[in-house]
């Protein structure tokens, strides 16, 4: 067995819970966490999110949608209130009461605790009554990361969790929906692994053979007759189709695999013959070679430094301070043969790392170094003064407004800088204020001409919130 901190012999550990409350009767503080005795015979756990004492409604809350709603529980027990560091440094105990014995209360016994550090896992998605290294007690939802090696405990939405470091045992409650979805999936896993194993295969839908290859050079050649420069690369950047193993058959299909590593084939399901597939990927790949015409997307020559200075020269018109030497200091950016094919590239400057941009004419890797150009001047130039402007509670599309700032250069121009988001999730977008909207004559047309690059509609602040900020207004230099 791990040494993991404390004295107590774990595996033989027994927790007695001595102070459960009728819900009926009673509930818990607002936020208080809590071990659950459903009305079903099940136990979980959750942080109570109810109004006050008198509140005879409300839910506790597991996680993000992972909830138990009050019409669902039959007693409560507080487990934030306990530390059990004395008992777990005794070696003699194996038995503890999480409170007084009491008669007329109905106690509940847990037992069967592990260890992450002995490599014990929950199962994905099993909900656990946890003993933290701290002494505390607490519950969480195993989420795991990499099997039977990695992952965490969440308590609460927005995945907050206890790490593996933070967890000294564990043992699993009652088994839930989660956890019992999550077991219908891992079985369907292996029952798909298995009749993979040996997959058959349809001789009309392969006869020409189980390499993908073949099939997509039978289309190139059909392509190649309105698309002289066609390739099975350009063809390839349409989410390319593989021959692989489907509930126990050979397909066309396409792989994607999930953020833990698993492979989830979609099936071709647009006919029974391999001419019908071939058909279907001419079409399907027409796009990304009509897109990759040569001609089209390296019509000014394959000097690189032709598209940079074309770049450079337009963003100038704005960014009056801009310099060439700025540009370099992150990326490098080339035209490079990829698989056969000319492609506008992008290196990283740090590791080398060469990224092929997605390019269908010389004008849109033009808007790409025109974008890159106009953060690196932005980045080089300091700011010298800042306002932030004042809101209430302003939606956007689901998100909520948090900072709207106007920022002062050192060379006296100007960029914004908007964040919104909601409890989860956010982004922060910044805006250069151009020159062309300081040539107004009065506030309102400079409004006008701002609104245009920053909408309100998208980003929160209209004219009429923006004309009654006089503070603004001075600061922007108008009087």
């Not at 756990?45 to 138990?68: L, M, P, Q, Y």
Request: glycine share 6%; with cysteine; charged share 30%.
């Amino acid at each position: 067995m791990a040494k993991v901190g404390y004295k107590c012999d774990y595996t033989n550990l027994r927790l007695s819970f001595n102070q459960f409350h009728n819900i009926a009767d009673d509930v818990p503080e607002a936020g208080q966490f809590c071990l659950l005795e459903l009305k079903d015979g099940r136990y979980t756990a959750g942080e109570w999110n109810g109004c006050n004492k008198n509140t005879v409604s409300g839910k506790f809350i597991r996680g993000t949608a992972d909830v138990v709603e009050f019409a669902e529980v039959s007693r409560w027990h507080a487990l934030d209130c306990h530390d059990l560091t004395d008992c777990l440094n005794n070696e003699e105990i194996n038995y503890i009461n999480i409170g007084p014995e009491e008669e007329e209360i109905r106690n509940v016994i847990i037992r069967d605790f592990k260890s992450l550090a002995d490599g014990d896992f929950p199962k994905s998605e099993q909900y656990c009554l946890l003993i933290l290294k701290n002494g505390q007690l607490s519950a969480g939802r195993w989420d795991e990361w990499e099997k039977g090696k990695d992952g965490s405990f969440v308590y609460a939405p927005a995945l907050a969790s206890y790490s593996m470091n933070e967890v000294w045992a564990w043992t699993p409650l009652s088994s839930d929906s989660f956890f019992e979805a999550e077991e219908e999936s891992e079985n369907e896993r292996r029952q798909e692994e298995e009749l993979n194993r040996n997959p058959s295969v349809d001789q009309e839908l392969f006869k020409y053979g189980t390499d993908i290859q073949v099939y997509y050079e039978k289309a190139l050649a059909r392509l190649k007759k309105d698309y002289p420069w066609a390739t099975v690369t350009q063809m390839k950047k349409a989410t390319p189709y593989e021959i692989a193993p489907c509930h126990g058959q050979l397909v066309f299909g396409q792989i994607s695999q999930s953020f833990y590593g698993t492979n989830t084939v979609s099936p071709w399901t647009g006919g029974s013959s391999a001419d019908e597939f071939i058909d279907f990927l001419v079409e399907y790949t027409k796009k990304e070679v009509e897109n990759s015409n040569p001609e089209e997307k390296f019509r000014y020559g394959t000097d690189i430094d032709v598209y940079l200075d074309m770049a450079y020269e337009n963003v100038r018109k704005d960014y009056r301070w801009l310099d060439k030497k700025m540009l370099n200091s992150f990326w490098r950016y080339g035209i490079k043969k990829v698989d056969g094919d000319l492609e506008f590239v992008r290196e990283s400057r740090d590791d080398g790392s060469l990224t092929v941009l997605d390019c269908s004419s010389a004008e849109r890797f033009i808007e790409i170094a025109e974008h890159e150009y106009q953060e690196s001047a932005l980045r080089a130039n300091p700011v010298v003064a800042e306002y932030p402007v004042s809101f209430g509670r302003i939606e956007i599309n689901g998100w909520y407004l948090e900072m709207y700032v106007f920022a002062k250069l050192k060379t006296g121009d100007f960029k914004v800088t908007v964040q919104a988001g909601d409890r989860v999730t956010g982004g922060t977008r910044t805006f250069f204020v151009t020159p062309y909207c300081f040539e107004a004559k009065t506030y309102e047309e400079f409004l006008d001409r701002y609104l245009e690059i920053v909408p309100a509609t998208s980003f929160g602040l209209s004219k009429e919130d923006l004309l009654s900020d006089k503070k603004l207004k001075k600061f922007l230099g108008y009087q």
